[in-house]
């Protein structure tokens, strides 16, 4: 059977292929190009089909395994297809919402408080904060990992309780 020939048995089940890509994609663009790989991939591989076969079965199995493939491939990709209207805007009213953490800090007063903390609790905690991991505290320090996590925990739990009035 030649190219042409075969190319014409293909295109009788064109609608057919057509609503099933549709049904699958949900998205005529999708479908369209669902459709397209199909019909490239059944003339590529038409020594494969078998005279006196099903071709709508063969067709359907083509569209059906390559739909799932390019499925996997985005899935792999981690690939996010956003398709909603652009009807939001950066400027809305929302973004004006007084939030609490901006408004002004008596840094004064949170330094007082902080002070008060004894020193070994703030010291773990302060060099936690500055970005050290408790491994590294540990070592610097002389204490063991435990004693760190402790330390780090008591400190914050003392904040929290002198600046209690604060919040």
């Not at 609490?100 to 905690?125: G, I, K």
């Not at 002389?142 to 914050?156: E, H, N, Q, W, Y």
């Amino acid at each position: 059977m030649s190219t042409a020939e075969f190319g014409n048995m293909i295109s009788a089940h064109q609608q057919f292929l057509q609503n099933l890509a549709l049904k699958l994609t949900k998205s005529g663009d999708d479908a369209n190009d669902l459709m397209q790989e199909t019909f490239f991939k059944a003339i590529k591989n038409k020594e494969k089909y078998q005279e006196g076969t099903n071709i709508k079965g063969w067709l359907y199995t083509i569209m059906k395994n390559t739909f799932i493939n390019n499925y996997r491939k985005k899935k792999n990709q981690n690939t996010f297809v956003d398709e909603t209207d652009n009807n939001y805007f950066i400027n809305s009213r929302q973004a004006e919402k007084d939030v609490r953490t901006d408004r002004l800090v008596d840094q004064a007063y949170l330094m007082r408080q902080l002070e008060t903390v004894e020193s070994t609790y703030l010291d773990t905690f302060m060099m936690h904060y500055n970005g050290y991991k408790y491994e590294e505290i540990s070592e610097i320090m002389d204490i063991p990992l435990g004693t760190v996590k402790s330390r780090i925990f008591l400190a914050r739990r003392k904040m929290m309780d002198k600046l209690q009035d604060y919040r």
